[in-house]
Every structure is written in structure tokens, then in C-alpha cells.
DNA sequence: AACCTCTCCAACCGCTCCGGG
DNA sequence: GCCCGGAGCGGTTGGAGAGGT
């Protein structure tokens, strides 16, 4: 027999999230706090399923979450971390904070894939695709790693151009299977290790995937010392300019937020414009 | 201008995991 | 240990917009 539906598939509306569903959601999750998502929708008034209020919450209307591309630090994060982790979307996006799964995974899939194949690199086993390189690929490969001199140690685990083929030999921690088979106690120490690489990361301040997040104007990521990327202040962010310009009497104030200031996030306006 | 194709990403679906009884 | 329900995860899809002809 099929599984039980997740929710009531009567009445319950799919599809693209209004503005209107949007305010009624944040207004309920700023309001109660994240609990049960199965009861939200009713309690929030919308007529949506949990999961969808969960996936919309995490992946669009948080407010600690960033928006745009990722940077090319993060890039090359993600891809480190996709060599030793595999398709675990949730577990990279944990290292990229302000990031979502989904956001990473669809990023993976549009443009790190395509790069990495482009690059002679598988994208599944971070292995050169063919073996036998061409010498003139093999040129571009060694022309590159001499290019980055600054990574050494740290850049076994995040050196996307060929730190990912040498990650595993590297790290005495990881298994030798593919990335994905990696089993649960393993990546207990893996992760206990993955702190020590951000430790390592944040300290060398002549690695450039550091300089690069320390320096990155266009985010105001700031490193910690947890190992994580410490998520800038909201109002850099500016993810409810858009809500807060499409229903002024919203009062976004009502939220409980008072850093927003009147920057639109175009895309979010756009969508809200469209919207309405 | 109109049409077609491609790209991107928000959202859905279905499975697994996990905690409580 | 088993069952059940809720939450979370990862793969996939569909629609909107961009780009090309």
C-alpha cells in the first residue's frame, strides 16, 4: 500500500509561495518559534502542507540566510567538502552558514558539476574523468597547483582544482571508498577533523580561501573560531527589504525586526511585484 | 517581434532517520 | 524490539526568464 499522504492533500495549495503566504509564515515562525511543522499551516492560517512551510522557511525566509551566488571561496568549500562527504547536501550546507541544502545542491548541479567536468574532473569521485590526460592537460593541472604555492596542508582539503584529487590519499582520516561510503562512525571523525581544517583554515591567513573570505566585500562573512563561517548581522542581508516595500503596513517591525533598512533585494521585489 | 531552446532554481515527492510510546 | 508519526534529506521536476535565431 502506498504511504500515508504527509498532510491532508485536500485543499492544501502547491506551487509558488505568495507574498501574502510568505508574511503569514514568517509572522507565525517569528511569533512561535520553529515547533512542529506539521501543526503550522493551520495554526499560521495558510493552506499548505508542513514539510512545504518547513522547506519555504529554511530555504527562502530565514532571515540568516544569504543570497546570491556563492562565492568562489565558498565554491571551493563546497567542493572540498562534496570529496569527502559526498551528496550529503544538509551536512555542506551546515559548513556554509547563511547557505541552505538545497541552494548548495542546486549550485553542485548547475555550475560546480559542469566546471568540474569541464576540468577533466569527475564530479561524483573528484578522480581526473580520464586517467590519461592528455600532457596538455596535465600541463594546465601542474600550472595550476603552482599557481596556488600558499595551500600546502590546508589545501589537501580545499584545493577544488586538485586538492580533491589528492584529499583522500592525504587524509589519513578518510576512507578509501568513494566519498559517499563513508561509514557513520568514520564521519564522526571526520567532522571532528573537518573542524580542525577550518581551525587550520582560519589560522593560516595566507590561504587564499581564507583571504578570500575575510575579504570578500560583497558578504560580511566573518570567520570564528568554531570553524564555521560566522553568518553577517541581518541587516546586510536585507532578506525582508522586498516584504517590507510590497506591504508597508506589514510593519515588518511587528516581527520583532528592527535592522532592515530600505535596500530591495531586486529579485525578492521582483518576485513580490510579480506576485501581487 | 515571435518563436525556440537552454538554464536555473524554487518547490515537490518519496524515502530514511529518529524519537517516543 | 517493534510500531508509528514527524522531521529531515536528497533526487527530481516544472515553470520562469534569458539568450539565440
Known amino acids: 500500500m502506498g504511504r500515508q499522504p504527509c498532510c491532508d492533500k485536500l485543499g492544501v495549495k502547491k506551487g509558488p509561495w505568495t507574498a501574502e503566504e510568505d508574511k503569514k509564515l514568517i509572522n507565525f515562525i517569528l511569533t512561535n518559534g520553529q515547533c512542529c511543522w506539521r501543526a503550522v ?12 512551510c518547513r522547506l519555504r522557511w529554511t530555504n527562502y525566509l530565514r532571515p540568516d ?58 564530479p561524483v569521485t573528484h578522480e581526473p574523468l580520464n586517467k590519461k590526460e592528455s600532457p596538455e592537460d596535465q600541463k594546465n593541472l601542474q600550472q595550476q597547483q603552482e599557481e596556488e604555492p600558499n ?13 580533491d584529487l589528492n ?22 571523525s571526520l567532522l571532528l577533523d573537518d573542524s580542525l581544517m577550518m581551525n587550520d583554515l582560519w589560522m593560516d591567513h595566507e590561504n587564499p580561501l581564507v583571504d578570500a573570505l575575510l575579504w570578500d566585500t560583497t558578504t560580511t562573512t566573518t570567520p570564528n ?6 553568518v553577517p548581522c541581518w541587516e546586510d542581508n536585507n532578506n525582508y527589504g522586498w516584504l517590507l516595500d510590497f506591504d508597508e503596513d506589514i510593519g515588518v517591525q511587528d516581527f520583532g525586526f528592527n535592522c532592515f533598512n530600505n535596500e530591495i533585494d531586486h529579485h525578492h521585489h521582483s518576485n513580490a511585484m510579480q506576485k501581487l
Not at 167 to 188: D, I, K
Open 41 to 52: 499551516p493551520k495554526l499560521a492560517g495558510l493552506r499548505r502542507c508542513g514539510k512545504s
Open 225 to 230: 573560531v568554531e570553524g564555521t563561517l560566522t
Open 151 to 163: 595551500n600546502k596542508e590546508a589545501n589537501n582539503n580545499n584545493n577544488d582544482n586538485n586538492g
Open 167 to 188: 584529499s583522500e590519499e592525504n587524509n589519513s582520516n578518510s576512507s578509501s571508498s568513494s566519498p559517499t561510503e563513508n561509514s557513520s562512525s568514520g564521519e564522526e
Open 65 to 122: 540566510l544569504k543570497r546570491g551566488l556563492l562565492t568562489q571561496a565558498e565554491e571551493q568549500l563546497v567542493i572540498d567538502l562534496h570529496a569527502r562527504l559526498g551528496n550529503r547536501w544538509s551536512k555542506i550546507a551546515a559548513r556554509l552558514p547563511g547557505r541552505t541544502d538545497n541552494e548548495i545542491k542546486n549550485h553542485w548541479n548547475t555550475h560546480i558539476k559542469k566546471k568540474l567536468i569541464k576540468m577533466g574532473i569527475d
